[in-house]
């Protein structure tokens, strides 16, 4: 590192303050902080720059060898002049980033407490980085560990330290491969777990998610080769999970989650699936094996047709009878697949698995479709408690007409509901295409008794000049809604970005 080079000088140069400083009188108010403070700095800046510091002082050299945590980039221990042009991810040399990391952990004066890892050739040199992690993992004293493998050709294997580490609060990663061997002896007091990009089998998974028995915090973003997640989490609070494919996601003893986020996008497998997906990768396979693995196309395809949705999607809502927010995002290639379930969506869930803590729902998905109609009725008549609704029309060519007052009025049947329920609001992307605020929309507003709200947004670009006639029209039939609630507040308001999820 250049700290490195220059620390002879680093002896001989010790100035004196400038003499008009002291003339002044100038507080060094730098050296005033006290190490948790310059720490907290440093952190905020790359670890070449923090390491540069060393040569302010004799302070200063100690003050970054107890720097608690570590950030590393791929750029991390790139030359000053080399023309990675600010590009985090561009690697000069890889033997002189481990050989940089190697004397930074050398000239250490205390255990590392947190460390962010992110680089491409930590399967090439895996047994390079286990040794890492096992001295890391070692000192009794990490809490915090995020492992970024970007190199997307293959998987990093999580070397078995990790799983052994007593000492985790918070493990990050990216691009790795689980799959613990033996016993798992440490996680006891991880509090949060982020998967993303992960490969694991049904097994591993659940062995892993089982273990962290503090866990508070469990995000899955696109796990591949496992169907199955089984959560068995007692003091899990927020659960965030999105995929690419079908999952069934169980949760026999619900814990008490304050926040549930699902979301299940099913364009582009070419894009999202890979050859992890596929429960033979282990095996020989001949070449013409190997090409319709390779088909992620056709592979989706048959994954869709052999995955019962609805049963999914109900075993997972069973597991939330003490959640208090919901957040769904089904995306329209989903409505298409859930389609394809030969049973039907039931109107409500069993009684001693209703959604009894739900306070607030948020739903993005084509609520014109009759299946996830269905589904939205089956949520209402499950949430007696709810008193938030939220829903972003997902619309595209080809939707269905928008459901009438008359199709809800069939599907929703809540006293409970309908004597909570305070404030609704509603995105839809095609305010002038068929009235399609007049169904749930209008229903609720004539039957939800104690409703506050309803407020129906559209994204400003809709209404353009010629459109003024139509957007009074919409306004006037709003206002003439017969209303359960007589101090129910309408509103008809453009919005000037997209809702996202």
Same mark, same amino acid.
């Given at each position: 590192m250049e700290q490195e080079r220059t620390q002879p000088a680093t002896k001989r140069v010790r100035p004196s303050p400038p003499p008009r400083a002291l003339a002044a009188g100038v507080e060094d108010r730098l050296s005033a902080l006290d190490d948790a403070t310059l720490h907290a700095i440093l952190a905020r800046v790359p670890l070449r720059d923090?390491?540069? *510091?060393?040569?302010?002082?004799?302070?200063?050299?100690?003050?970054?060898?107890?720097?608690?945590?570590?950030?590393?980039?791929?750029?991390?221990?790139?030359?000053?002049?080399?023309?990675?042009?600010?590009?985090?991810?561009?690697?000069?040399?890889?033997?002189?980033w481990m050989d940089g990391l190697r004397r930074v952990l050398d000239a250490r004066a205390a255990p590392v407490a947190a460390l962010e890892i992110d680089s491409r050739f930590m399967g090439v040199h895996c047994d390079w980085f286990n040794k890492i992690f096992r001295m890391l993992c070692g000192n009794k004293v990490l809490m915090e560990l995020s492992v970024a493998n970007t190199d997307y050709t293959e998987c990093y294997t999580l070397p078995f330290p990790v799983y052994s580490c007593t000492t985790l609060t918070s493990l990050?990663?990216?691009?790795?491969?689980?799959?613990?061997?033996?016993?798992? *002896?440490?996680?006891?007091?991880?509090?949060?777990?982020?998967?993303?990009?992960? *490969?694991?089998?049904?097994?591993?998974?659940?062995?892993? &998610?089982?273990?962290?028995?503090?866990?508070?915090?469990?995000? &899955?973003?696109?796990?591949?080769?496992?169907?199955?997640?089984?959560?068995?989490?007692?003091?899990?609070?927020?659960?965030? &999970?999105y995929s690419y494919r079908p999952l069934c996601i169980s949760m026999k003893k619900p814990p008490p989650l304050d926040m549930v986020r699902l979301s299940f996008s099913y364009g582009y497998p070419e894009h999202s699936w890979s050859l992890q997906d596929t429960t033979d990768t282990d095996k020989h396979c001949t070449i013409h094996e190997m090409e319709e693995m390779l088909d992620y196309k056709k592979m989706a395809e048959r994954e869709h047709q052999q995955t019962n949705e609805i049963k999914n999607m109900t075993t997972f809502l069973r597991g939330l009878s003490s959640a208090k927010k919901l957040q769904l995002h089904l995306s329209t290639e989903y409505s298409e697949v859930v389609s394809m379930a030969k049973a039907s969506m039931r109107k409500s869930l069993p009684q001693k698995s209703c959604l009894i803590g739900l306070q607030s729902l948020s739903l993005t998905l084509d609520h014109n479709h009759e299946v996830l109609a269905t589904l939205v009725s089956c949520l209402l008549n499950s949430s007696p408690n709810l008193k938030e609704l939220r829903i972003i029309e997902l619309r595209h060519l080809g939707s269905p007409a928008p459901l009438a007052v008359g199709f809800w009025e069939t599907q929703i049947k809540a006293d409970g509901l309908l004597n909570h329920l305070s404030s609704v609001t509603f995105y839809t992307d095609s305010l002038f295409e068929g009235h399609p605020c007049g169904g749930i929309c209008k229903f609720l507003v004539m039957n939800a008794r104690v409703l506050k709200r309803m407020r129906i947004e559209y994204h400003h670009s809709q209404a353009q000049p010629e459109h003024a006639k139509k957007l009074e029209a919409a306004r006037r039939e709003l206002h003439h809604w017969p209303r359960a609630s007589a101090d129910v507040l309408l509103e008809l308001t453009p919005v000037y970005r997209f809702p996202y999820f």
């Open positions: 923090a390491a540069a *510091t060393a040569v302010l002082s004799r302070r200063w050299p100690r003050v970054f060898a107890t720097l608690p945590r570590l950030t590393l980039r791929p750029a991390t221990f790139n030359r000053r002049g080399f023309p990675d042009e600010g590009d985090d991810d561009l690697c000069e040399d890889p033997q002189r990050d990663l990216y691009n790795c491969r689980l799959q613990p061997a033996g016993c798992i *002896t440490g996680l006891l007091l991880l509090r949060s777990l982020r998967l993303r990009n992960v *490969t694991a089998t049904d097994a591993d998974l659940c062995r892993m &998610i089982r273990r962290c028995s503090a866990m508070e915090h469990l995000e &899955i973003h696109d796990v591949h080769k496992a169907r199955n997640i089984n959560i068995h989490a007692p003091c899990l609070k927020k659960l965030v &999970i």
